[in-house]
């Protein structure tokens, strides 16, 4: 029998073969998911820095420096806690899965 057991055309135990394809299939859609984690945790972070710096933007602070200062520290109370969520979700994104 030319080119492996069982009349195969190309060598070995098929059985050993389709495990090696599953094996390697396997490792390609685990790569691929961290990929995507990856992505999606980068395009999280660089969104909840673009919306908080987009929504202090928004504002019009007047006054002087420490009414400014104040004006800005109540809107980062409101925008922090959704940044955080932002940050909490990407980072979730990042963690990998066991």
Known sequence: MEG???GFPLGGDPED????LRE???KQAESVAEAQREQFATLTLSTAVQL???ALG???????P???A???RDAM???FPEAVALVSAARQGFMRET
Do not use: C, H, P, S
């Open 52 to 54: 908080t710096a987009a």
């Open 4 to 6: 492996g057991g069982f």
């Open 77 to 79: 109370r409101v925008l």
């Open 24 to 26: 390697f299939a396997e």
């Open 66 to 68: 420490d009414e400014q």
């Open 58 to 64: 928004q504002m019009k602070t007047e006054g002087g």
């Open 17 to 20: 073969l389709m495990r090696g």
């Open 70 to 72: 104040i004006a800005l």
